[in-house]
């Protein structure tokens, strides 16, 4: 397959090496808005294809990749005329819904990182063009794809916890991105803690009813300038009445920490509780976790990213329905708008108060 990408940033470039390590990928179409990181990337590609050691980047994700050819051209409309199989978009979050539109007027099968849009309204629009379509499109919450959370999933289908009351979750990433980063991420829900409201759909099958923010800023001036916090808190409920606290931090030292619990009437489940744990326990003699830790959402998830990517190929080749649709987007994208809302206004939100499909909930 061709498959392009746009966008060969933090997230795009290792996305590229993951590409170029999958089966089913025989050439690589690159593009971004600086030609520079485009070259580079494509560069360290050839290089890594010809199993030369020492190249930037060679991860675990990169030691498998094979010989693919990469071409570099200068923006999306040469990439989308080169005859792409599917397109994946990993621009800054702005470029994503003018790229996924061009995407469906092309007809190619588009995978589009989280958020699809920066605001509620072009998510909405994106949802409405993506339900008159036929162009497949997979939005990229890789956590979708992650082991622990499926086990999460069908342990709460099955009935094995009893009913659901509480689910602790949260996102604390160890450093921040880059400054120049923040100001269009959309803020620390939208950006951070949206894969945990996709998440907690996708693992309980429930919607969120009501939500209540929070958010304080310790560490560097350049969150507060943006309007954005460094750290969030919400307390969720679900339509069936349970709990979901959700924490988020850029600022989180001791490692990269996803978790989630999920607590029933007759068991209870964590995903992410092993020895990468990023914390260390404070009783006497407990030698757990035994580590080593993850330091990026990047290892933290490797399969899942490579998994999403090996279920786009599919989506591209119309084996299967997008995994997650704009729709689940809309849905994730909706709860953060809510905690933006309650975090400014500093009161609960009803779901009701965001706008959804239909301008209702
Ligand atoms: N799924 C995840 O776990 C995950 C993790 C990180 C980032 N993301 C998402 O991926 C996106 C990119 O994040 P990042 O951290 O890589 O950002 P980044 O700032 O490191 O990289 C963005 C890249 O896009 C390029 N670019 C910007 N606008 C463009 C356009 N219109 N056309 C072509 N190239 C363009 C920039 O030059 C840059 O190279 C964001 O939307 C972010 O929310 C997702």
Request: charged letters at 25%; glycine letters at 10%.
């Amino acid at each position: 397959m061709r498959i392009g990408l746009a966008g060969v940033g933090r997230i795009g470039a290792f996305h590229a090496r993951t590409l170029a390590a999958l089966d089913d990928v025989d050439e690589l179409v690159v593009t971004d808005a600086d030609p520079r990181a485009a070259e580079r990337v494509a560069a360290e590609l050839r290089l890594l294809a010809t199993g030369a050691t020492g190249a930037t980047g060679a991860t675990e994700a990169t030691r498998e990749t094979r010989e693919v050819g990469v071409r570099v051209v200068p923006d999306a409309d040469a990439l989308l005329a080169s005859g792409v199989d599917g397109f994946v978009v990993a621009t800054a979050t702005p470029g994503h819904a003018p790229l996924l539109r061009q995407a469906v007027a092309a007809g190619v099968p588009v995978f589009c990182e989280k958020p699809v849009a920066a605001t509620l309204k072009e998510t909405i629009e994106l949802a409405e063009l993506a339900a008159s379509s036929a162009v497949p499109i997979h939005v990229g919450f890789q956590r979708r794809f992650d082991a622990g959370y499926r086990r999460a999933r069908a342990a709460v289908a099955s009935g094995e916890l009893g009913f659901v009351h509480t689910i602790r979750a949260g996102t604390h990433d160890q450093a921040p991105p880059h400054a120049s980063y923040i100001p269009t991420s959309g803020g620390i829900f939208r950006d951070c803690n949206v894969h945990d409201f996709d998440i907690l759909r996708f693992v309980t099958g429930r919607e969120v009813a009501t939500v209540y923010a929070t958010g304080a800023n310790k560490g560097a001036a350049f969150f507060a300038e943006a309007g954005d916090v460094d750290t969030g808190g919400a307390l969720l409920t679900l339509d069936d009445g349970t709990i979901a606290l959700i924490s988020s931090t850029r600022y989180h030292g001791a490692g990269h920490d996803v978790r989630m619990e999920v607590h029933g009437e007759k068991g209870a489940i964590a995903v992410g509780l092993d020895h990468s744990l990023a914390m260390s326990s404070a009783e006497e003699g407990v030698d757990f976790p035994r580590g080593p830790r993850t330091w990026s959402f990047m290892e933290r998830f490797l399969p899942a990213y490579r998994a999403e990517l090996a279920a786009f190929a599919a989506v591209a080749r119309g084996e299967r329905p997008s995994p997650c649709t704009v729709r689940d987007a809309l849905e994730a994208f909706r709860v953060a708008e809510a905690c933006e809302l309650s975090r400014a206004e500093r009161r609960p939100v009803d779901m009701s108060e965001i706008e959804g499909i239909g301008g209702g909930a």
